[in-house]
Nanobody, 125 residues
Framework: QVQLAESGGGVAQTGGSLRLSCAAS????????MAWFRQAPGKEREFVAS????????YYADLVKGRFSISRDNAKTAAYLQMTGLVPEDTAVYYC??????????????????WGQGTQVTVSS
């Protein structure tokens, strides 16, 4: 199983920006769909964005469309989430996830087999 590790979380003010990184333990991640999910206290884990193995077809949840940007660098076995225009409702633990065939076009956490430990993002008003 590929190991994933997130970094880059922290505290930002409303309207601010943060960039999250996800490092994978092996090149096996390069043929996987990479995605970001988030989970706020007392809420279900929700889909944020995903990107295919080639870096194409980025897909976003409506709540973050136009504000967040997902990318990947297969040479570095890494994925990123650039977050701009942050609002307090973006406060959550953000998780990096990787998946194979079932993950293509999916927004369901169950379709992703590899997960990181999560990184906290807090947006103050």
């Amino acid at each position: 199983q590929v190991q994933l590790a997130e970094s880059g979380g922290g505290v930002a003010q409303t309207g601010g920006s943060l960039r999250l990184s996800c490092a994978a333990s092996e090149r096996g991640i390069n043929n996987r769909v990479m995605a970001w999910f988030r989970q706020a206290p007392g809420k279900e884990r929700e889909f944020v964005a995903s990107i295919t193995w080639s870096g194409g077809s980025p897909y976003y949840a409506d709540l973050v469309k136009g504000r967040f940007s997902i990318s990947r660098d297969n040479a570095k076995t890494a994925a990123y989430l650039q977050m701009t225009g942050l609002v307090p409702e973006d406060t959550a633990v953000y998780y990096c996830a990787g998946g194979l065939f079932r993950a293509y076009g999916s927004t369901r956490a169950d379709d992703f087999a590899s997960w990181g430990q999560g990184t906290q993002v807090t947006v103050s008003s």
